[in-house]
């Protein structure tokens, strides 16, 4: 029933910008922690950067100066803006985020399907 849907992603430049955005809908009862994570090509998934639902965040040190994760919690929402994009930054972007249901109030994780973005001259 709960769904999660990125958007944002697409092809920049090398130091170029972007901002995903994570949309959570469905019989939500509360989120907490929400994150995003990465799978480049032939690699492992990689958490990116976190955040908790009072605020607190995490970045992963290849990110960090970087990146910038936010959500707004009226809204179900989380972004990720990326800024001074560089090639090795290329990869599917997933939003993960823990969410009680408001039916059971039993607790998982949800994925979404992810986002492509692309960092080439």
């Known amino acids: 029933q709960v769904q999660l849907v990125e958007s944002g992603g697409g092809l920049v430049q090398p130091g170029g910008s972007l901002r995903l955005s994570c949309a959570a809908s469905g019989s939500i009862f509360r989120i907490y922690n929400m994150g995003w994570y990465r799978q480049a090509p032939g690699k492992q998934r990689e958490l990116v950067a976190s955040?908790?639902?009072?605020?607190?965040?995490h970045y992963a040190d290849s990110v960090k100066g970087r990146f910038t994760i936010s959500r707004d919690n009226a809204k179900n929402t989380m972004y990720l803006q990326m800024n001074s994009l560089i090639p090795e930054d290329t990869a599917l972007y997933y939003c993960n985020a823990r969410i009680q249901s408001m039916i059971s109030y039993d607790t998982m994780d949800y994925w979404g399907k992810g986002t492509r973005v692309t960092v080439s001259s």
């Open positions: 955040i908790a639902s009072g605020g607190s965040t």
